[in-house]
């Protein structure tokens, strides 16, 4: 078995996706799920994008001279999964 071991820059990544989930995506969540109805793009509204930018969530493996954060892609793998725990969790 293969142990894989977070060093500090992902632990601060996955807990930082986490907390932005529960706090700025859960409340709306269960609402966007009702609301999105057959248009997948309004299943996520923009101003949940625009906070996910914000938060440096969406340039998170973009090169830093680039204007993203220069990580590795495990941290984009923890927001997608902090993501969808909150969107899984929604009544539909």
Not at 27 to 56: H, I, V
Not at 69 to 83: E, K
Request: aromatic share 10%; glycine share 6%; proline share 5%.
């Amino acid at each position: 078995m293969v142990e894989f071991v977070l060093d500090e820059e992902l632990k601060s990544w996955q807990t930082k996706a986490a907390e932005f989930a529960r706090q700025e995506l859960k409340p709306y969540a269960a609402e966007w799920d009702r609301t999105a109805g057959a248009d997948p793009a309004s299943a996520f509204p923009m101003e949940a994008l625009k906070r996910c930018s914000r938060a440096g969530l969406r340039t998170v493996t973009v090169p830093k001279e680039m204007g993203g954060q220069g990580s590795a892609s495990w941290a984009t793998a923890f927001s997608s999964r902090s993501f969808s725990r909150v969107r899984r969790v929604s009544p539909r």
